[in-house]
T-cell receptor, first 112, second 114 residues
Framework: SQTIHQWPATLVQPVGSPLSLECTVEGTSNPNLYWYRQAAGRGLQLLFYSVGIGQISSEVPQNLSASRPQDRQFILSSKKLLLSDSGFYLC???????????FGEGSWLTVV | AQSVTQPDIHITVSEGASLELRCNYS??????LFWYVQSPGQGLQLLLK??????LVQGIKGFEAEFKRSQSSFNLRKPSVHWSDAAEYFC????????????FGKGTKLSVKP
């Protein structure tokens, strides 16, 4: 069966420090991968999605970037964090168009 | 542009009472429709989905939802709520032809009174 994992689960980082959140999917190949952010009291906002290695689409301009160095690995990064980057980040995957999106456990980021 | 509206930010029901969470979408064609549930500090779990066919879909944990094209709605229902159903519920729309991206509503927080 397919599984998705993301880490770290919790992160407290100072303003201006770098960020790296990692997500991996097991049990499938060539998934579509997603990074969502959920800010307090708000819905989910799609940040990035990827349909293949090295293919990244950004949905909103921001201080973050994403990379997909391997088929089942998706990384969310920042060179310098802002206070507004705080939130709950969710990685997700789907096997293709029209299929269900499955979410990881989420990563809490607090920028102080 | 596609959008999803969950009109109720917070709902409180008594344990054992029935529940209906509302979801309306804006999309020119028949979308894919989903309901997810999120417990505090956790990821999202799929409750049910509608792609095509029977407009009444059954999900996990005793939930069901009905797609009504004429009303652009996909309301979530449960006949008898349990205390463990307290969580936040998200409706989402998948756009046909997109790369599987979902558009989420802002969520409805459900509280259950004993």
């Amino acid at each position: 069966s397919q599984t998705i994992h993301q880490w770290p689960a919790t992160l407290v980082q100072p303003v201006g420090s770098p960020l790296s959140l990692e997500c991996t999917v097991e049990g499938t190949s060539n998934p579509n991968l997603y990074w969502y952010r959920q800010a307090a009291g708000r819905g989910l906002q799609l940040l990035f999605y990827s349909v293949g290695i090295g293919q990244i689409s950004s949905e909103v301009p921001q201080n973050l970037s994403a990379s997909r160095p391997q088929d089942r690995q998706f990384i969310l990064s920042s060179k310098k964090l802002l206070l507004s980057d705080s939130g709950f980040y969710l990685c997700a995957w789907t096997s293709g168009i029209g299929n269900t999106i499955y979410f990881g456990e989420g990563s809490w980021l607090t920028v102080v | 542009a596609q959008s999803v509206t969950q009109p109720d930010i917070h709902i409180t029901v008594s344990e054992g009472a029935s529940l209906e969470l509302r979801c309306n979408y804006s999309y020119g064609a028949t979308p894919y429709l989903f309901w997810y549930v999120q417990s505090p500090g956790q990821g999202l779990q799929l409750l049910l989905k509608y792609f095509s066919g029977d407009t009444l879909v059954q999900g996990i944990k005793g939930f069901e939802a009905e797609f009504k094209r004429s009303q652009s709605s996909f309301n979530l229902r449960k006949p008898s709520v349990h205390w463990s159903d307290a969580a936040e519920y998200f409706c989402a729309v998948g756009v046909r032809g997109s790369q599987g991206n979902l558009i989420f509503g802002k969520g409805t927080k459900l509280s259950v009174k004993p």
